[in-house]
């Protein structure tokens, strides 16, 4: 290695030197987006403390540094899984058959925010936001509607929900067992991840310690009865949407993963028979080789952790599977049609660091909820990666690079530095570190101050945002705006009264006391849920007592 | 709207009309004069309570859960949030109107017409007050409120001028988890009415509570010696005032987890014992004596440096020093003979 | 003493992305201003009571829920109802807002709206030109 350190200091001093004593830099110093400094160029020598047997390997075996699976998409493509949902369950039902008629592979579930907070649509809290973000879902009755005609045998459907994620799961399986479909064959994810929601997304009903007790009760209860379902999604997506930095989405997340692992393990789950249900979920920002770099960081971490530190036994536990969103805080209004091409080379940095699934954002998202013309261009993006660039032929190609193998030991190194942080926070229990860090604002504060920082960069012109800050036109929008229909409200409001008018609400009530013995005997909650869905529950009277049990969480404001 | 508009508003109930007295008496509006005078003969029923302690140690949630408890006991409750104002850009964040949102969330306290809560800037003033906050309380006082708690900038060892203008002064801590008592700094054991170990969920609850118990029951001579040592406000010191403050009370030291509630009731009860001991025993007047004479003198300093400044030639003064033509001793008396001299003129 | 200028950063209804408002409040406290964020999930009443007892001079409201055309006349409402005058301040929408509705906005009483991607700067300068400027129009 001293021929490379030689030659690298006889080109800098001879070659580039004089260069830009001729020309010049365009910036005084180079950072990817999370503010890693980069050089000129990489060579051998700095990846010289990189194994290539110990560190990156072959793709489907430990650290899996390349991808999980030995031939990746040789064997089969990721999945096209754009997330949609508006309106009633009709209009949602129309745009999935339209979205599986286009060739799309996976369901991926938008609910409204009443729904999303555990709330029933005529809730007063609930005026003007029915329907409005995604579908809203009161009752079993909504499921029937929004799957009528799709066979739950043959798509696997991912569920964007949180506090009520419980409910949602239950009302799946309710809806496989009106179809005839065993619950051991459905396929899925409910994303299921308090963490993050106290760290970043705010949909915040139940207190921390109440919240992780009933998600590993979904665990508890998941891996007995829906073996092939994915029982959460521990996402860093919202954390770096919030505006945290690549080094913090991957730290956070994986900290999250640790807590829940520890949290289950605690109550006695065997950590091989829960691993292969847990999935995570990633953004997909622009600095193109600071993200692959991260996914593949991701997968070699979280392997040495299952392994090395809780001691998984069934290589399938050291897994990272996972799941991509291309990044919508990177949308802009102005100029929208900008906005196919950021979501082109965010989708190819997912591809190239081995997402297993992938949604791909429409380029009117920064307006409203996307268009048909729009949902189209995006998934066709996926396809035409997939089907025309020659890409998925070949596992990993950029393994090897000497950039990108420095940039993921770096990353790597940076969010081992997080996570040791949180784990003293917790004196030695990565749980413990998470809880203190949601209650002292230690997340919030690093994700708050990431963003400030980024937004005076912006407003110092020191980032460039184009169509923003620079290349700017005068412009009219002329993007067709899907817009919700108002009646949407009134229609839903209108079948919910009817629902509780026509069910057994004998057997609800003794459903929900049920609920409420389990919630105070610190007993699982998923059975009484259960019964409570199949009798026409609605979601407002199972979380309402959720949280007269628990409490109600409010978070505290740290700008 | 003008001072008699304001004015009649704010005491006949007018919420709105409080609010913008507030502003005008904090920005000194020209109104700002008028509506104080007007409104002074209305206070003086208020019992005042002002919270100080450092950042985090949960100030703002006790502020919450005692504006609950003293509502409950069907009192009315004024609460004054000071935040530090930035000395660069003079900005502010302020309030954690937040913790207002009590048990109920549905019926937060923040909506709750007996509860009125409004924020404001220290705007760069050291000692954990903003300059007009005594104005302030005057105001919530004429307005009607039984209890006001203020909640002062917890920055640390200079956040004593919270005696200015409470009747009752609570000193909240949290449990440490250091061998050093961080506490031990100066100011916080000579201003406390009563004292408070919140987060007392916490190891180390049990030594700030027993340290607390212990110093507080100490002598004022070996209070003196330990906060010299710690380098205490000299001044305050020297003046024995501190312990001629409590005159016979016994600071109580209350344990609360104020996110539970825990503690809140006893810390209330102390709160109003406080105010009762105060009014038997004298002390509150003897307080608001002080108190009173401190301000006027504020008034009186403010109006007579105005005067210099509208009246004096003391900017000639000031060439004249530079130039080294005269001492600054000498100038202020004659800054001083031309201020009498020209007020008696008018 | 100068007055400041009293910002109440609002953001009301179910919607849990902060993170625009967040560094809004943080940038204006730093322009000078006096910011008062309200935290999430408030509701209009909240929004608006916080608006009259703090008695300030702009209400800037962030949603990204769609929700906009409910809520916002609901905040502008009550601040009437619990005696606050609308006409005395400025009220201003920021956030995923469609064009169209921007027209109907205003028309409820919003002196504007900023869509995402406008520099803060933009939205301090429109506050210090805007602010003495409606209330030059209105008696105070």
Known sequence: MTNVNEKRKEWEEKCLKPWLRKTGQREERFETLSGIEVKTVYDPADIEHIDFLRDIG?????????????????????????????????????????????????????????????????????????????????????FEILFDGIPLDQVSTSFTINPPAGIILAMYVAIAEKQGVPKEKIRGTIQNDMLKEFHAQNTLVLPPEPSIKIIVDIFEWGIEHVPKFNLISISGYHIREAGSTAVQELAFTIADGMAYVEAAMERGIDIDRLAPQLSFFFNSHNDFFEEIAKFRAARRMWAKIMRDEYGAKDPRSWWLKFHTQTAGCSLTAQQPLNNIVRTTIQALAAVLGGTQSLHTNSFDEAWALPSEEAVRVALRTQQIIAYESGIPNVVDPLAGSYYVEWLTDKIEKLAWRYIEEIRKMGEGSMLRGVLRGIENGFFVREISDAAARYQREIEEGRRIVVGVNKFTIEEELKIPILKVDPEVQRRQIERLRKVKAERDNEAVKEALEWLRSAAENDENVMPPIMEAVKSYATIGEIMGVLKEVYGTYKKPIII | ??????????????????????????????????????????????????????????????????????????????????????????????????????????????????????????????????????????????????????????????????????????????????????????????????????????????????????????????????????????????????????????????????????????????????????????????????????????????DVIKLVKEKTDYREMIMKLLKGETDPYTAAEQIVEEVIHNAGKE | MEKKIRVLVAKVGLDGHDRGAKVLARFLRDSGFEVIYTGLHRTPQEVAMAAVDEDVDVVGISLHSGAHLTLVPKVINYIREYGGNPEEMLILVGGIIPTDDIAELKKMGVDEVFIPGTPISEIVDFIKKKLPEKRKGNER
Do not use: C
């Open chain 1, 58 to 142: 072959y793709p489907g075996e430990y650290p899996f540094t390349r991808g999980v699976y030995p031939n990746m998409y040789r064997g089969r493509l990721w999945t096209m899984r754009q997330f949609s949902g508006f309106g009633t369950a009709e209009d949602t039902n129309r745009r999935w058959k339209m979205l599986l008629e286009e060739g799309e592979t996976g369901l991926s579930t938008a609910f409204d925010f009443p729904t999303l907070m555990g709330i029933d649509s005529d809730d007063p809290l609930a005026d003007g936001e029915v329907g409005k973000v995604g579908v809203a879902v009161d009752t079993l009755k909504d």
């Open chain 2, 1 to 302: 709207m003008n001072a008699e508009e304001v004015v009649r508003g704010l005491l006949s109930g007018n919420r709105r009309a409080l609010a913008r007295a507030i502003t005008y008496v904090e920005n000194e509006y020209p109104e700002s004069k008028e509506i104080m005078k007007q409104i002074y003969p209305k206070t003086g029923k208020a019992h005042v309570v002002g919270l100080t302690g450092f950042p985090g140690v949960g100030k703002s949630t006790i502020v919450s859960k005692l504006t609950e408890e003293f509502r409950r006991r069907g009192k009315r409750v004024g609460i004054i949030a000071i935040d530090p104002g930035s000395p660069f850009t003079g900005g502010a964040l302020l309030g954690d109107r937040l913790r207002l949102d009590g048990m109920d969330t549905r019926k937060p306290l923040w909506t709750d017409p007996g509860v009125f809560f409004r924020s404001m800037s220290s705007r760069g003033r050291a000692g954990g007050l903003a300059a007009k906050t005594g104005d302030v309380v005057r105001l919530l006082d004429a307005f009607g409120f039984d209890i006001i708690l203020v909640e002062t900038v917890g920055a640390g060892q200079s956040e004593v001028d919270i005696i200015e203008v409470a009747d009752t002064s609570v000193v909240v801590l949290m449990p440490e988890t250091g061998d050093e008592i961080q506490v031990n700094k100066a100011g916080i054991l000579e201003i406390g009415d009563i004292y408070v170990v919140n987060k007392a969920d916490l190891g180390g609850a049990e030594k700030v509570e027993r340290w607390l118990q212990y110093m507080l029951s100490l002598d004022e001579e070996s209070v003196q010696m330990l906060s010299q040592m710690t380098h205490a406000d000299e001044a305050r010191l020297a003046s024995g005032e501190f312990f001629e403050r409590r005159k016979g009370w016994n600071p109580p030291v209350i344990k609360t987890v104020a996110d539970r509630g825990e503690g809140i009731r006893e810390l209330a009860d102390a709160i109003e014992e406080h105010f009762e001991y105060m009014k038997k025993t004298g002390l509150i007047d003897k307080r608001r004596r002080e108190r009173v004479k401190r301000e006027l003198f504020e008034i009186v300093m403010n």
